[in-house]
């Protein structure tokens, strides 16, 4: 038994053939809840069980990600730990999927990995999906759009990106891109550009185009819609408290007017009005270091 396979434990489900494996683990860049948010509707659109169970003892900080005590009439019952999980499940049409979800490991980056990798070549996996959401200058108004970060240039151009170079603190599912497609895995992170306004709150809608993104770029059969209801309260609350502030709407405006220019249509904006591209992504480094601040 290799070091990395002694991190987990299968269950004995079996697995699905060539499934899409799909990355949403708890605890790197979220903007508006979009991933959690996503993996929330991915759970109720398929069936799944657990196929693989990772150790927390090796691989999670348990003062960070304390176990959840249940407590009944003074008893306590049952310990709950914190600990990463594949589930496997199949779409409507039997197309295979495996998910893996829970914390985003404290420790040993590296064997968690290639223990990911060395799982994913033997389901056979046909290709890596990781979510996540950033916070980009996008109106709520429009539909929201993706950026990838992949493994190929054809990948990175199916889903759009972002031109240019810039250096950030990486999550797990960047390294987890890379290790897959050292093991012949292709690998695509789809990041939803979650307008900056809203990346503190849940922001549905967001999450529904990371569910059509993934069913575009894998041919599963996922059902978005799941979400349709809560994005469109979401998207009701916004507008609400946009509509009490001159500013904020002018704002809104500003991003709707830029988008236009920027898709072709026209635009009354002045383009000195709106933040360059290097404010962007100076905004959004400052986001991925932690350095928030009040949008």
């Not at 949403?24 to 398929?46: F, I, K, Q, R, Y």
């Not at 993706?146 to 889903?159: H, K, N, P, Y």
């Not at 603190?169 to 939803?192: D, T, Y």
């Not at 900056?196 to 041919?219: K, N, Q, T």
Request: charged share 20%; no cysteine; aromatic share 6%.
């Amino acid at each position: 038994m290799s070091e990395a396979s002694q991190l987990y434990r299968l269950t004995g489900v079996p697995a699905p053939d060539a499934p899409v494996l799909v990355v949403a683990l708890e605890g790197w860049v979220d903007a508006g809840l979009t991933a959690a948010t996503a993996l929330t509707g991915l759970l109720e659109s398929v069936d799944t069980e657990v196929f693989a169970v990772f150790d927390g003892e090796e691989l999670i900080d348990q003062r960070a990600r304390r176990p959840r005590l249940r407590i009944s009439d003074g008893i306590s019952e049952e310990i709950t730990w914190a600990e990463p999980v594949v589930r496997v499940g199949t779409d409507r049409l039997g197309s295979g999927i495996a998910i893996l979800t829970g914390p985003e490991p404290d420790f040993r980056w590296r064997g968690f990995s290639e223990a990911v990798r060395q799982m994913a070549v033997g389901m056979g996996t046909r290709l890596m999906v990781g979510f996540g959401g950033f916070p980009a200058a996008a109106p709520h108004t429009r539909p929201i759009k993706l950026a990838a970060t992949a493994t190929s240039e054809g990948l990175a151009q199916q889903v759009g990106f972002i031109s240019g170079t810039i250096e950030v603190p990486a999550g797990v599912e960047a390294v987890l891109e890379q290790a897959l497609s050292a093991g012949g895995i292709p690998a695509v992170g789809l990041w939803a550009r979650v307008p900056h306004y809203v990346a503190a709150m849940p922001f549905p809608a967001a999450a529904m185009a990371l569910l059509d993104g993934l069913a575009a770029i894998s041919g599963l059969v996922i059902d978005a819609d799941v979400l349709a209801d809560a994005a469109e309260a979401a998207r009701r609350k916004v507008d609400e408290l946009i509509a009490q502030s001159r500013e904020h709407a002018d704002m809104v405006h500003q991003l709707e007017a830029s988008l236009d220019e920027l898709e072709g249509a026209p635009s009354d904006l002045a383009p000195e009005s709106m933040p360059s591209g290097d404010e962007i992504a100076a905004e959004l480094e400052r986001y991925l270091r932690g350095e928030r601040g009040e949008l």
